[in-house]
């Protein structure tokens, strides 16, 4: 398993693919946030309670962050390897 990490050519390839689900994550973040401020400021509970969707926000935010590291990991590879 821990093989493929070693292989920099598959880092470098997958991160095109990281950078798609990071900012998956993170519109789902902002859409999460937008419906539990709005559903605040309605006083409605649509579908969940407003702090209920603040924190999914929270929650995709926090793993757009692993997805964006794993991108930049392979933006730097890439860089170094073309820097040689």
Sequence with gaps: MWERWNNHEWIVSMGSKWSMWGGLCWT????????????????????????????????AFAASIA?????????????????K
């Design 28 to 59: 789902l973040g902002i859409i999460f946030a937008l419906i539990g401020i709005i559903g605040d400021a309605a006083n409605t509970n649509p579908g969940l309670a407003p702090t209920s969707w603040l924190l999914l926000a929270v929650a």
């Design 67 to 83: 997805w964006y590291i794993g991108w930049a990991i392979a933006v730097y590879i890439d860089a170094k390897k073309n820097k």
